[in-house]
T-cell receptor, first 114, second 115 residues
């Protein structure tokens, strides 16, 4: 398996535009997590799914953020409209079996909102 | 509120020595604690998981301890090498009234091994 695959690797967008980040988890993993990393706040959990169902979205900062997992092999994180303070590295991770087992992270998407 | 604390200052260690990193947590009693390594521009990579009933766990040059009384985990790298230079993150699952909230990470400690 190629691991967790995220796209794009880098995204630069103007304030107010819609941004969609994509993630393909490791095949067979039933948990998928979206994290955001900044220098100030570190790695923050935004939302996680179990068997494609959102379980906890309490980390999603605002209604401008939404995430979907239409099937076991694909998830999106959407920001609409984007703001400069959304600039960060967004990571997707997947795991198998339990929420607290080893998580496998993608390479991340570096988002810059200007 | 629940909090995970790692030394935010970089840790400089001479090659060959043992590096020891600290993870403290408050207001929580996790059943598991994990350590990850993160290199610049890359996602975190899992290293070790230790359970609350395990006092110590080893993997090659790595050793993790877990003191649930002190609410602290120590991460040791023996015979450190420049290639061990990275940011090391501890993580544990948080629970709220609705159940498991997923893995929560500390901000990490940047380790520099000097040749």
């Amino acid at each position: 398996d190629a691991g967790v695959i995220q796209s794009p690797r880098h995204e630069v967008t103007e304030m107010g535009q819609e941004v969609t980040l994509r993630c393909k988890p490791i095949s067979g993993h039933d948990y998928l997590f979206w994290y955001r990393q900044t220098m100030m706040r570190g790695l923050e959990l935004l939302i996680y799914f179990n068997n494609n169902v959102p379980i906890d979205d309490s980390g999603m900062p605002e209604d401008r953020f939404s995430a979907k997992m239409p099937n076991a092999s694909f998830s999106t994180l959407k920001i609409q409209p984007s703001e400069p303070r959304d600039s960060a590295v967004y990571f997707c991770a997947s795991s198998w079996g339990q929420v607290n087992t080893e998580a496998f992270f993608g390479q991340g998407t570096r988002l810059t909102v200007v | 509120s629940q909090k995970i604390e790692q030394n935010s200052e970089a840790l400089n260690i001479q090659e060959g020595k043992t590096a020891t990193l600290t993870c403290n947590y408050t207001n929580y009693s996790p059943a598991y604690l994990q350590w990850y390594r993160q290199d610049p521009g890359r996602g975190p990579v899992f290293l070790l998981l230790i359970r609350e009933n395990e006092k110590e766990k080893r993997k090659e040059r790595l050793k993790v301890t877990f003191d649930t009384t002190l609410k602290q985990s120590l991460f040791h790298i023996t015979a450190s090498q420049p290639a061990d230079s990275a940011t090391y993150l501890c993580a544990l699952e948080m629970y709220s009234g609705g159940g498991a909230d997923g893995l929560t990470f500390g901000k990490g400690t940047h380790l520099i091994i000097q040749p």
